[in-house]
């Protein structure tokens, strides 16, 4: 028989809350077995399914989106088709964190010109930071399209 973990036990292995994994059990992502008494016994796939909560919260996941893409118990017969949509999902959310890498470096290079602008001032100096600073403005305002323009588009003219 596999070893079964007490709520403390798993909190003291994976460092999380025991709250959190309270919550988890009540929201139905992982659900460990329960003695006799009430208290909440986990297996070894318990604690595998935390640590890939884990990652999947690292990769900037919601505990929606794990909860409704993951099925973290263990399926004797994997759908190809479930297995295909959940690929589609990873691959967007992995798109997605590509553009967020690209736009943060364009913040870092704007931050480290300005520190630099600030060291040396000088009047080329400063038009380089404004040109930078305009072409990063000029893309968020190209992602922002559609999400809301009325309280931009009062301030014009």
Known sequence: MDKLYSIQEVSRILGYPKDTLRYYDRIGIVSPSREDNGYRRYSKNDLIDLMNIQIMQ??????DEIKGKFGFHRMENVDPAYCQEVAAFLE????????????LEKVSQ???????TLRDFNPESDQ??????????????????????EGCNEHQG
Do not use: F, M, P, V
């Not at 690292?58 to 505990?63: E, F, M, R, T, W």
């Not at 967007?92 to 736009?103: Q, V, Y």
């Not at 704007?110 to 630099?116: G, H, K, M, N």
């Not at 930071?129 to 190209?142: G, N, P, V």
């Open 92 to 103: 967007a959310k992995s798109a997605e964190t590509r553009k967020k890498i690209a736009h």
């Open 128 to 149: 380089q930071l404004t040109e930078y600073a305009s072409e990063i403005y000029q893309s968020i305002r190209k992602k922002g399209r559609g999400k809301s323009e």
């Open 58 to 63: 690292y990769a900037d996941l919601s505990l």
């Open 110 to 116: 704007l931050l480290d010109l300005a520190a630099e």
